[in-house]
Antibody
Framework: QLQLHESGPGQVKPSETLSLTCTVS??????????WAWIRQSPGTGLQWIAS???????YDNESLRSRVAIFVDTSKNQFSLRLNSVTAADTAVYYC???????????WGQGTLVTVSS | ENVLTQSPGTLSLSPGERATLSCRAS???????LAWYQQKPGQPPRLLIYGVSTRAPGIPDRFGGSGSGTDFTLTVSRLEPEDFAMYFC?????????FGGGTKVEIK
């Protein structure tokens, strides 16, 4: 069964860069039609889609975060990663890595990792 | 973006009762790409329904979805104790993918 696991620092200082990695196990990241994605959840903004990437490198991102977001995939490690720069307290959230169907529904979720932006 | 508004914010019901949750979109949802998720404290959301009315694998048939255009409904025909949770709708017909703010179904 496919499993996704987020890893990365639980705390980031304001103005610095948040970096998270998702390790996929129980299957290959090279799924022909599906996309891998990051979604975050906070009391203030609810569930927010950040960006999606296909193993080929094709990606889509949320325009509201585009200037600060990078997403990339490492097929050799069965991982994909998120970078969000210039963070503020508003970026404090639980970050989930997920598997999206070709259409865009979320078929699988990681357990999530809480990232707090604080000095 | 397609903003999803869920109502009510909280639904207080007893086990065995019927729950009706609403999700209204600011624009018509393309291709009826509307999903529902259930979330319990400390857990990620779980897919219940996709394509408006198709149950995900393993989801009991007391969960049902309906609607079209901009108005959608999740119905739980008879609430079981494990059904008391948060529920979110999501549209995936247009970018950006968006989620509703959620409805909490609590025990009365």
């Amino acid at each position: 069964q496919l499993q996704l696991h987020e890893s990365g620092p639980g705390q980031v200082k304001p103005s610095e860069t948040l970096s998270l990695t998702c390790t996929v196990s129980g299957g290959s990241i090279m799924i022909r039609t599906d996309y891998w994605a990051w979604i975050r959840q906070s009391p203030g903004t609810g569930l927010q889609w950040i960006a999606s990437i296909h193993y080929s490198g094709r990606f889509y991102d949320n325009e509201s975060l585009r200037s600060r977001v990078a997403i990339f995939v490492d097929t050799s490690k069965n991982q994909f990663s998120l970078r969000l720069n210039s963070v503020t307290a508003a970026d404090t959230a639980v970050y989930y890595c997920v598997l999206l169907s070709r259409e865009g529904r979320v078929d699988s979720w990681g357990q999530g990792t809480l990232v707090t932006v604080s000095s | 973006e397609n903003v999803l508004t869920q109502s009510p914010g909280t639904l207080s019901l007893s086990p065995g009762e019927r729950a009706t949750l609403s999700c209204r979109a600011s624009q018509s949802v393309s291709a009826n790409y509307l999903a529902w998720y259930q979330q319990k404290p400390g857990q990620p959301p779980r897919l219940l329904i996709y394509g408006v009315s198709t149950r995900a694998p393993g989801i009991p048939d007391r969960f049902g979805g309906s609607g079209s255009g901009t108005d959608f409904t999740l119905t739980v025909s008879r609430l079981e104790p494990e059904d008391f949770a948060m529920y979110f709708c999501q549209q995936y017909g247009d970018s950006p993918l968006t989620f509703g703010g959620g409805t909490k179904v609590e025990i009365k």
